[in-house]
């Protein structure tokens, strides 16, 4: 007879037999037992906000800084003509052979790419950045924020300054940057530096934001004074290397080759800079980062975008600092000024300036150094006067100035134009594989075409193609790549912006597929 009570009790001890053997299990197993893996974790403030509130504060105002502008920072790619039989360091060992001065190479003029940074100052497309980014380039090409990417122009390049204008012909209206003043800056005073450098896949930037302080203004390092010396279209004159402007502005916010081009703006957003050159004995940055004032920059836009050339002034005087030495001879209240050591018969200062006079100020405005003085007289226009403060003879006397015109204006600014040929387009350059080359790669038998090269930041290293180097390139699309022409036909058919599918073989056989877009 069932007895509910009973029952009852059968399901009640049931119960604490399977409680107590699952707590028996679990204790065997180490659930119940104190964990040793994840020790207890807090995340309550160790400091309290309001003891680091203007760090905070700061911080806020970088992040804020970095929105506003960096949708104004461009990447620019360029594409130069180089004598080139590929970069050896990319190639496999054994295939360096080809590649050797005294090889097999191929010694066809090659589209090197590169690049660096600009920003947008129009809404129409006008992009300031540096010479040294486009000089010699014969295809400009600009990546917006947004991964689009169009062909550019160059406007005006001027090696003077290191300063250039390209342009960008779209419908819409681009976001822009605010320009500052230069001449306000402070040493002491926090800038950042961006960039947009987008290197590759392997290591893509395409963004760069740096902070920093003003480390110190008007530094002259020789650069575009060297650059100049050594430039063809200036051998039969070097002298007018003298005519390079250097007057940077240091700072200590990390600046990389990637970033050149890139604006350097203060805390209210405005550009007072242009990221331009580090101070390395590597080639990256080691604490001394340089930029090109903006009010110089903004001189020389001006005129690359009026003219297309620099109308550029000049006081006709051979100069130099003012030494310790100098200032104690010519009885200066302090070592400070520009001392003229020759004067143009036949230039603006013939009637005003003589030999050993000392320059110490322009237009009121105080001048210690030649770069202060030459950056003060290129933010000027020819025909413009000028009062010059001088000591001669120990005594302090202004005298005015006309301005003229440096008869170095007319040089090229831009490359001749060549054609870029389809596999240059994707950044890759294969080599055809003889009985020899088969035998050292391991392919067995002659035929087809190897991987050599894969130029830096082109389509193809985005898609990490280098990754390939010294493997066949057997297949594109449905197409069988026999030799190097059969790849140029197959790539000259594709249009921009197709997608093209790369097939590889490695030495043992395994076979790998690239989908690339063509630029």
């Known amino acids: 007879m069932y007895d509910p009570m009973k029952a009852k009790g059968r399901v009640i001890a049931l119960t604490a037999i399977v409680l107590m053997g699952g707590v028996a299990l679990a204790s065997g197993l180490g659930w119940t037992s104190t964990s040793h893996a994840m020790p207890p974790i807090t995340e309550s403030p160790q400091v309290p906000a309001s003891a680091v509130q203007p760090a905070l504060d700061l911080s806020a105002a970088f992040t804020n800084l970095a929105d506003a502008v960096t949708p104004a920072v461009v990447r620019i790619e360029t594409r130069r003509a180089v004598q080139s039989r590929g970069s050896r360091e990319q190639v ?63 406007v005006g390049a001027d090696p003077f300054t290191d300063v250039a204008v390209i342009k960008v012909d779209v419908e819409e209206e681009l976001p822009t940057m605010a320009f500052g003043n230069s001449d306000d800056i402070n040493v002491g005073e926090w ?38 010396f050594r430039d063809p279209r200036f051998a039969d ?89 100098d200032a104690e001879a010519y009885g200066l209240p302090s070592v400070s000024g520009i001392l003229v050591q020759s004067v143009d018969e036949l230039g603006p200062s013939a009637r005003a300036l003589e030999p050993e006079d000392v320059i110490r100020a322009l237009d009121g405005q105080p001048v210690g150094y030649v770069s202060e003085l030459q950056a003060e007289i290129a933010e000027r226009r020819p025909g413009e006067s000028v009062e010059v403060t001088i000591y001669r003879k120990g005594r302090q006397m202004t005298v005015d100035i006309r301005l003229g015109e440096a008869p170095i204006n007319n040089f090229s600014t831009a490359a001749a134009e060549r054609p870029v040929l389809a596999e240059e387009r994707l950044g890759i350059q294969v080599e055809a594989i003889d009985a020899e080359l088969a035998a050292e790669a391991g392919f067995g038998e002659a035929g087809g075409v190897l991987l050599t090269e894969v130029a830096r930041g082109s389509a193809a290293e985005r898609r990490s193609v280098d990754g390939f180097l010294g493997q066949k390139l057997f297949q594109v699309n449905d197409s069988r790549i026999n030799s190097p022409q059969d790849l140029r036909r197959v790539l000259d058919g594709v249009e921009a912006g197709q997608i093209i599918s790369l097939h590889f073989q490695d030495r043992a056989g395994s076979e790998r597929v690239v989908n690339i877009r063509m630029p």
């Open 191 to 228: 800038i950042l530096a961006i960039g947009n450098p987008g290197f590759g896949a392997s290591t893509q930037l395409d963004f760069t934001v740096t902070a920093g302080i003003i480390s110190a203004r008007g530094r002259g390092l020789r650069l575009l004074q060297n650059d100049i």
């Open 92 to 154: 496999p060992e054994q295939f360096r052979r080809f590649f050797d001065e005294e090889g097999n190479g191929d010694d066809t003029p090659r589209n090197a790419i590169a690049g660096g940074s600009g920003f947008i100052v129009s809404s129409d497309g006008y992009i300031l950045t540096n010479n040294h980014v486009v000089e010699g380039a014969n295809d400009l090409r600009v990546y917006f924020p947004d991964r689009r990417y169009f062909s550019a122009r160059v």
């Open 237 to 325: 004159d070097p002298s007018v290397s003298g005519y390079a402007i250097e007057d940077f502005i240091q700072t200590d916010a990390v600046i990389n080759p990637g970033n050149s081009g890139g604006p350097m703006v203060n805390l209210q957003g405005q550009v007072v800079g242009i990221n331009s050159a580090i101070a390395s004995t590597t080639g990256v940055y080691q604490g001394y980062g340089f930029a090109i004032p903006i009010n110089l920059a903004r001189r020389i836009m001006e005129d690359l975008v009026e003219y297309g050339y620099v109308k550029r002034p000049r006081i006709g005087v051979q100069i130099q600092d003012v030494a310790s030495e």
